[in-house]
C-alpha cells in the first residue's frame, strides 16, 4: 500500500503560468481533500470532495479548480498561478462510514511549489 | 465556520516533563476533536482523537481531554522525548467529510 500519494514533490512556476497538481490513493477512500500550508497559518482547506463525483469549496477556494477523476485520483488546478499561491499543497484522504467512531485523514507527502 | 485558536503557539520543555497544548472552538455543532503531529518536512499525521461523548481518551505517554460545556480541548504529553519534537496541530469538526480545520499549531520543542 502506498497509502496517499503525490505529484510532483516541488515545482517552481512563473506568473501566469498553469499546472495541475496530483493526487491518488490505495486505500478505497470515499472522501479527499486539498489544502496549503503556509508558515504560521496552519493547513487551511482549499476544495474537498466527498464521494466520486461530487466536489465542494472549503475555506480558500479562488484561483483554484478541482478534479475528482475517480474514486483514487483527485487534481488540483491553478489555471494562472500567482505568487500568493507560493505555499506547500497536501492532499488527503478519509474513508468515512457512518459507523466509525474516527474521521482520520491521511496525508500525502507534500508539494512544495513556488510562483516567481 | 469554525473558529479554532490554540495555545500556546511555541512550547519548550525539559526532556521528561509534561507538556500541554490547549485548543479552543466555537462551533458548538462539533463532536470530533482530533490532534495531529507534523515533524520538520513531513506530513501531518494522527496522534490521537476524540468524540464529544467521551470525556477523556489516553494512549501511552499522550492523551485527549475534553470539555464541551466550555469548548476546549487539551493535549497532554507525559515523559516527553526528543522525538516528541513537532509542530501539534488540533481540528475540531462536525465528524463527516466537510473537511478539517486546524488550528494555525503549537511548535513543541523538547529540550536536553
Known amino acids: 500500500n502506498a497509502g496517499v500519494t503525490q505529484t510532483p514533490k516541488f515545482q517552481v512556476l512563473k506568473t501566469g503560468q498553469s499546472m495541475t497538481l496530483q493526487c491518488a490513493q490505495d486505500?478505497?477512500?470515499?472522501?479527499m481533500y486539498w489544502y496549503r500550508q503556509d508558515p504560521g497559518m496552519g493547513l487551511r482547506l482549499i476544495y474537498y470532495?466527498?464521494?466520486?463525483?461530487?466536489?465542494d469549496k472549503g475555506e480558500v477556494p479562488n484561483g483554484y479548480n478541482v478534479s475528482r477523476l475517480n474514486k483514487r485520483e483527485f487534481s488540483l488546478r491553478l489555471e494562472s498561478a500567482a505568487p500568493s499561491q507560493t505555499s506547500v499543497y497536501f492532499c488527503?484522504?478519509?474513508?468515512?462510514?457512518?459507523?466509525?467512531?474516527?474521521?482520520?485523514?491521511?496525508f500525502g507527502p507534500g508539494t512544495r511549489l513556488t510562483v516567481t | 465556520g469554525e473558529n479554532v485558536e490554540q495555545h500556546p503557539s511555541t512550547l519548550s520543555v525539559q526532556e521528561g516533563d509534561s507538556a500541554v497544548i490547549k485548543c479552543t472552538y466555537s462551533?458548538?455543532?462539533?463532536?470530533?476533536f482530533p490532534w495531529y503531529k507534523q515533524e520538520l518536512g513531513k506530513r501531518p499525521q494522527l496522534i490521537i482523537d476524540?468524540?464529544?461523548?467521551?470525556g477523556e481518551k489516553k494512549d501511552q505517554r499522550i492523551a485527549v481531554t475534553l470539555n464541551k460545556t466550555a469548548k476546549h480541548f487539551s493535549l497532554h504529553i507525559t515523559e516527553t522525548q526528543p522525538e516528541d519534537s513537532a509542530v501539534y496541530f488540533c481540528a475540531p469538526s462536525g465528524g463527516g467529510a466537510d473537511g478539517l480545520t486546524f488550528g494555525k499549531g503549537t511548535h513543541l520543542i523538547i529540550q536536553p
Open positions: 476524540i468524540r464529544s461523548n467521551v
Open positions: 462551533d458548538s455543532a462539533s463532536n470530533y
Open positions: 470532495s466527498a464521494s466520486e463525483g461530487t466536489t
Open positions: 488527503a484522504s478519509m474513508r468515512q462510514t457512518g459507523t466509525s467512531n474516527s474521521y482520520e485523514q491521511y
Open positions: 486505500m478505497n477512500h470515499n472522501s
